[in-house]
């Protein structure tokens, strides 16, 4: 009946928005928890003094552009919808930044082939960046 279909799908509306909005602090606290760990027991890591790629930047100049990148998330995210995928490019973006400020550099503790060295920040970043490009897509 059209009752139960109407509290199924109120069920799961329900069960996403929790999903969200736990996926914004479990990234920042076991991306910060995997560094802590990294840092003082492992000793397994780089630091990351550019951006992407490598580009480099000046400290200040990196800090300023991960605030405007922020900012301008959260004003997408209220426009748009905050999905999951703005959450996981928040909580990424704002790790980082936690890092930036905190060490001058963002640590990287995932070594790929000794070639590439990234961080769950980066994968979170990463994840959210192509779910928002689908779904932007498929909506044109």
Known sequence: NATGLMRSIQGIKEVN????RASFPVVIISDQLAKYVHINWLESYVLN???SFGIRLSESNIVILALLCIIFIIVFAFRKGFNIFVSLLLAGAISNLCDRL?????IDYINFFGILWINLADISISTAIIGIFITTWKKL
């Open 17 to 20: 928005r929790y999903i969200v």
């Open 102 to 106: 905190y060490y001058g550099a963002v």
């Open 49 to 51: 003094y550019g951006i």
